[in-house]
């Protein structure tokens, strides 16, 4: 039924996750298995409760599943250890959340640069400038987070997602606390990065317009992967989920 | 209002442990300083009830004055009575008994298996004759002494020591040294032992011909006829007793040593609770500390009571019933901690010598109000400033997203330097001036600026903090830590200044001391000729019979007695020094200013130190009035002033004077000067062996020894003290815990979003330890700096005394600051554990 992609950058095999026990238990997830293309953008969107954000919790190795496997590349983190799973998150993965992404003690470049600080690695400074340019952030480098906008911070966020070059960036609704202008900035900086420089990015949002600039859209209902869509337009996107719910 | 109040302290158990235990320990200590004196007065009145119990009249030397509880160490300091009297006692209408009894101290028990004198710490060593018809002492097993060859001694000593009838001991009186056969055990008034010192008993012709009292008496105990009332038996005995001595109730003489006692407990109930207020003082910083996070952290539930209609006096009476609980449950528990500490302190003063006999600790009402009192007034004082901020958080801040706006900074710089001004001000009146009570001047001028200091600690906190983390900062956590500790000054400064008051107590004692050790060393080293010195540990005196051995012996060329004895001059009490003006010369250099020491052979002569006679108007020529215990008040004329040094006490008088002065003369210290074309090791070694032999309580020490064992006591001395400081350290250390613990709480989001990119448990915990070492490291850097404001400051004050140099035991401080680092690194532990433990999903999802 979904689409098999060239190049799989994270995969999920029979994904199920269950909160709390007996009659009081609920379903999350419901046996999903996906592929997420490298290189592309893929949009994940459902209603609240449809358990979208719990999918790339257990993705990002940030949850445990209850049942099933998750590969990033050919890694199943299911099975690795709190320190493993640690390390994976700080070498070959990159996040963007909604809100409370900046460490408020630290400039904007100290926040971009994190995980390469928390890794004790040196920063790439040609790719450093190169992301820096793509936000048009550099005036404000020295910056506390407190002193940018939203928008900003929002892209601060991005940077730090890119800068150590992960196999996979995952975004929990990035766009989900900005105005219309500020969102638009961040995802056209988010698809810059897939089209430029062939970053995987996979997105939660419930914003049809935002997952407009997928490559790729799965949508999830109560718990279930029902439906995908390759190459949408904003306005597909609404139809699609008007006729979901009906 | 008030069951929210209650439900809010027990959703936050922890937190209130963590408060309450800053206070538990403060008040423990308070209380337990009141237990442990209650039940040692207690237990002394037990004692001498019983000792007295059958005793209807004491007879004794009228004396000029009770010599204290640090009193010279001599057993009897009233002109003893002559034996002719007792019959006249005896034959007072109403006396059923009366006995005469002599008593001497130091009488010294040699433990036969190890040669030793036995000793209990600092606890004297008596001895005392038999006297049949007392009920004082009880035998326990064998028979009393009798006869020139047994002596009896207490039980405590003999368990102890393994001691038995009939065997032979060796005991060392006035009179030089001597082998007894034990013939019994004895108890003393129903107890084991007399406070920890040791007894010898021998029957009265013994004790009286051993302790140089033949036909004499230094109390005549009697025992009334039945019916008898003992106020008119002894006003009837009294009639009948020369000039100079009085009769007394058995009641009363229980009563006088019982003022005696707890006069001296006094002193050390006062001196313990200096360090209980201070460590109050102290859990009063974490208090402030801990409510005023929870206030900022509250801020939108307070705004939310708010705006449904609370008002602002309900929010501010919510924290201070809040506070109150606190301070109450917390105070509660603090009586319950300090009995346990009562038992502690108890061994502490134990080991000094001060042995209590067993009784049921004593926990009286005053105890425990005294301590609810406090406990709780600490910490609703405490609460009051973040209470009055609570009240203040306007209704619309339960809407924002923001934190309660704080107190104006320039107002906090012109009252915490008003605050440290005054503190400045009270400290050196207290020191300098002439106030009254200038120890609780001193006390409230130091804790004042302390108060003030710690006011005005966020201005330096940020620079200060951020030096110390730099270098931390190389790794990300450490970066990560150090800014955590800026992020908040206040925080930050108000969680060291309760490290900086103990610390900078700390301090204060270690250059203090060593300001003491230096001007010791060098007061002592141009002082002291003498080639050995001779004197007993514990500074207890010995027999001068000593002396007289040494002189006969031609090894040394010089054998000077030194003396001392309790005195009063101006109603001021003093120890006065006694020496041989015709040999001091040649062991010890004493400059003179004015008049000389030769002079001094004249009879009824006293030289005064140069601070003493500039302080009251002495000089050569003038009559220095002093009043001693056995002969009254004793005209002096003044031959002499000289610079004070460390062994001349400020009044020093010849040894004939003191002699016909003191009743039971005994020697201090000796110095002896080898005789030229003896080998020096020699006469070391042979005075050494034949002390032992036969003074086994004297050392014998040349002048590097003499020097070392005078720096040794003083750091005994402030080793105490440093023991009793730390509980306050103790104290602070929570106070980090809780402020670590408090600010992981608020930033549970940021955690979590580390740990979701990338760091690692350590790093973490790493972090966290980083924050925990700056502010242990800034309460200690603010602590020494004022700890060596204050040594300064006590070191000028003590100049005049003979501190000369002000000495800065750099590597002492250096150490302090290493072990306030590690005691941060410990006060990170949990706050560490719970930051790394937290489930990153939940953290960066949290509201």
Redesign the interface.
Known sequence: MYSTVTKVAARTEGLRKVYGEGDASVEALRGITLEFGAAELTAIMGASGSGKSTLLHCLAGLDEPTEGRVFIGDVDITKLSERHLTELRRDKIGFVFQAYNLIPTLTAQENITLPLDIAGKDVDQAWFDEVIDTTGLRDRLAHKPTELSGGQQQRVAGARALVSRPEIVFADEPTGNLDSRSSEELLKFLRGAVTGHGQTIVMVTHDAKAAGFADRVVFLSDGNAVDEMLDPTAERILDRLKSLET | MFRATVKSLLARKLRLLLTALAVVLGVGFTAGTFILTDTALKSFDDLFGNVYAGTAVVVQPQTAFKPGAAGDGSGTTGTPIPANVLPKVQAVDGVAAADGSVSSMPVQIVDPATGDVIRNGGAPQFGNSWDPDSTQLMTVAGESPSGPDQVAVDAATASDHDLSVGQRVRIITPTGSGEFTISGIVKFGGSNSFLGATLAIFDLPTAQKLFESVGRFDFIYVKGAGGVDPDQLAARISGVLPKGYEAITGASAAAQQQDEVSQGLGFLRTGLLVFGFVALFVGAFIIFNTFNIVVTQRSRELALFRALGATRRQVLSSVLIESTIVGLIASFVGVLVGAFLAVGLKALIGALGLKLPPTALVISPRTIIVSLVLGTGITVAAAIAPARRASRVAPIEALRESVAPSASIRRRVIFGSLVTLAGAVALFAGLFGSVSNAGLVVGLGAGLTFLGVAMLSPLFARPLAAAIGRPFRG???G??GS??A??NPRRTASTAAALMIGLGLVAFVAVFAASLKTSATATLSKVLAADLTLNSDQFSPFSPQLAKDLAKNPEYSVVAPFRQAEAHVEQSDTFVTAIDPATAPQVMNVEMDSGSLADLSEPNTVIVSRTEAEGKGFAVGSTVNMKFAATGVQPLRVVGTFETNGLLNDYTISLATYDTNVEQVVDQAVFVDVASGVPFDKAKADLTAFVKQNYPSVNVSDQAEFKQQQLAAIDQVFAIVYVLLLLSVIISLFGIVNTLGLSIYERV??LG?????????R?VKRMIRVEAVIIAVLGAVLGLAIGILFGWAMQQALKDLGINTLTVPVGQLVAMLIVAALLGVVAAIWPARRAAKLN??EA?TYE
């Open positions: 790794k990300i956590s970066k990560l800014e955590n800026n992020r989001r940021e979003l580390l740990r979701a990119v990338g760091m690692s448990r790093q990153v999903l960066i």
